[in-house]
């Protein structure tokens, strides 16, 4: 065993215009090898090579949309998410056909694993890796070692953006993953007795297949985000900078909502991170969730300093200069160009709630009978995901909690969970998938986040 793998491959260099074979020769076995590694002259195909190929590939397939219809809905559920997801396994399988010429371990096999992970979701990364790493020892001619360091590659390479709260960096990914590749080699390499010789440049084509993933994912990774319109976590997390335009001018012309928008957003991350929602979209969206208010500022009351606008105004029209921001809000953000999830949770931050204060004033009035409940209310919709309603009910809570007199514990705690209960009664809650333990885990977060804020000194 030792003495065959020992002996050195045998190589035959063609130059350019070398003549291999000339017409009315006798060919022999040589010039038949070489022509056939050229891609001049194909062998005599095998139709039940071809079929278990064949076969193979489609069961890895049919594995693969059972696992996203069982573990991933939303990509299985979006024609563009498929889509997306076909295109990067085509090219990256390109991409290993191409550089199987040269070496089995060149081929970029990570980046696809991460293009997944950023753009679609953490788990179907994982078995992307491991897919990809099974095509990779079928185009290898079943090497099994190309197999396990393609998909150590790819799985580490999944980890390694695994984090998206803190961010991620693609360039030390890169480094990680050619680190993973070259002890992969040579741990499958001393395993299977390869020549040292032979393992090293095997170790050095792993190295460079690492960075050149973290090279094509950062190359890629802008194109697929605005083609396919898909906002990763790095785009929302670039928006919850300060300096972002929207949030500067929020905090020169409305400081008081500002200020709101900025504890809301540390309540609905907290509650968040307890409940397995996305922590980043629930920040991003409390941040903008009230943008609107910028078109009038002074008609919300932590942006007043003397006298309250509505005091001179009928209720129904402070009603609809109330209800307005939620519009204002969607045609600024739209305007920006900011994510279509951050205008979802805008639209949908207040549902269909009732604008209770200036709806009790008008019924105390002498036409209270004729009133019409509905003309105070919200156009919705109510909130369709767990972020939105987070935003929503940290929203109301901060605002409430920040109006009480003595904040102690008992009375923010009272008012938390009175505020939660009235939107589960009136039906603003139906269409999130938040779950009753998931309601009364979200309020022992803001009780605890609230009273650190609020507490007496």
């Known amino acids: 065993?030792?003495?065959?793998?020992?002996?050195?491959?045998?190589?035959?260099?063609?130059?350019?215009?070398?003549?291999?074979?000339?017409?009315?020769?006798?060919?022999?076995?040589?010039?038949?090898?070489?022509?056939?590694?050229?891609?001049?002259?194909?062998?005599?195909?095998?139709?039940?090579?071809?079929?278990?190929i064949v076969l193979s590939v489609a069961m890895l397939f049919v594995l693969a949309i059972v696992f996203m219809y069982k573990n991933t809905p939303a990509v299985y559920r979006r024609n563009h998410h498929l889509i997306l997801l076909g295109l990067i396994v085509t090219i990256i399988l390109l991409a290993t056909k191409a550089t199987h010429y040269y070496s089995d371990y060149l081929s970029p096999m990570a980046a696809g694993a991460l293009l997944v992970a950023i753009l679609l979701d953490t788990r179907l990364a994982l078995m992307t890796?491991?897919?990809?790493?099974?095509?990779?020892?079928?185009?290898?001619?079943?090497?099994?070692?190309?197999?396990?360091?393609?998909?150590?590659?790819?799985?580490?390479?999944?980890?390694?953006?695994?984090?998206?709260?803190?961010?991620?960096?693609?360039?030390?990914?890169?480094?990680?993953?050619?680190?993973?590749?070259f002890t992969m080699i040579i741990a499958t390499g001393m395993a299977a007795q390869t020549p040292v010789s032979l393992v090293l440049k095997q170790g050095l084509a792993g190295v460079v297949s690492g960075i050149g993933s973290a090279v094509l994912t950062i190359g890629s990774l802008p194109y697929l985000e605005n083609t396919f319109r898909i906002t990763t976590p790095a785009k929302l997390l670039e928006l919850a900078k300060p300096n972002q335009p929207l949030l500067q001018k929020m905090l020169i012309e409305a400081p008081g909502?500002?200020?709101?928008?900025?504890?809301?957003?540390?309540?609905?991350?907290?509650?968040?991170d307890s409940i397995g929602a996305d922590p980043v979209l629930v920040r991003v969206g409390a941040y903008y969730h009230d943008i609107g208010k910028l078109k009038r500022p002074y008609f919300f009351i932590e942006n007043q300093l003397g006298d309250n606008p509505h005091d001179k105004i009928a209720p129904s029209l402070s009603t609809l200069i109330v209800i307005s921001h939620i519009k204002d809000g969607v045609e600024l953000a739209t305007e920006h160009q900011i994510p279509q999830m951050i205008i979802d949770i805008i639209r949908q931050h207040?549902?269909?709630?009732?604008?209770?204060?200036?709806?009790q004033r008008v019924v105390e009035t002498e036409h209270g009978g004729s009133i019409i409940e509905e003309d105070f209310r919200y156009e919705g919709p109510k909130p369709q995901t767990k972020e939105a309603a987070l935003v929503?009910?940290?929203?109301?809570?901060?605002?409430?909690?920040?109006?009480?007199?003595?904040?102690?514990?008992?009375?923010?705690?009272?008012?938390?969970?009175?505020?939660?209960?009235?939107?589960?009664?009136?039906?603003?809650?139906?269409?999130?998938?938040?779950?009753?333990?998931?309601?009364?885990?979200?309020?022992?977060?803001?009780?605890?986040?609230?009273?650190?804020?609020?507490?007496s000194r």
């Open 257 to 272: 909502t500002y200020h709101h928008s900025i504890v809301v957003g540390n309540l609905a991350e907290a509650a968040a």
């Open 1 to 52: 065993r030792q003495a065959l793998v020992s002996v050195e491959p045998v190589r035959v260099n063609i130059k350019k215009g070398q003549v291999i074979v000339r017409r009315g020769d006798v060919v022999t076995a040589e010039q038949i090898a070489s022509l056939e590694e050229l891609g001049l002259q194909r062998g005599q195909v095998s139709y039940s090579r071809a079929a278990g």
């Open 129 to 181: 890796a491991c897919l990809l790493g099974i095509c990779t020892g079928i185009i290898a001619e079943y090497d099994f070692r190309a197999t396990m360091v393609s998909m150590v590659g790819g799985i580490i390479g999944v980890f390694t953006v695994s984090k998206i709260s803190q961010g991620y960096s693609l360039t030390r990914s890169g480094f990680i993953i050619s680190l993973a590749n």
């Open 392 to 455: 929503m009910l940290a929203d109301c809570v901060e605002a409430t909690v920040r109006s009480l007199s003595k904040p102690t514990v008992n009375r923010i705690e009272a008012a938390v969970r009175k505020l939660v209960r009235e939107r589960l009664n009136d039906g603003q809650l139906d269409e999130c998938g938040l779950t009753l333990k998931d309601l009364n885990t979200i309020g022992d977060v803001f009780i605890r986040v609230l009273t650190g804020i609020f507490h």
């Open 350 to 359: 207040h549902g269909t709630m009732l604008v209770s204060y200036f709806y």
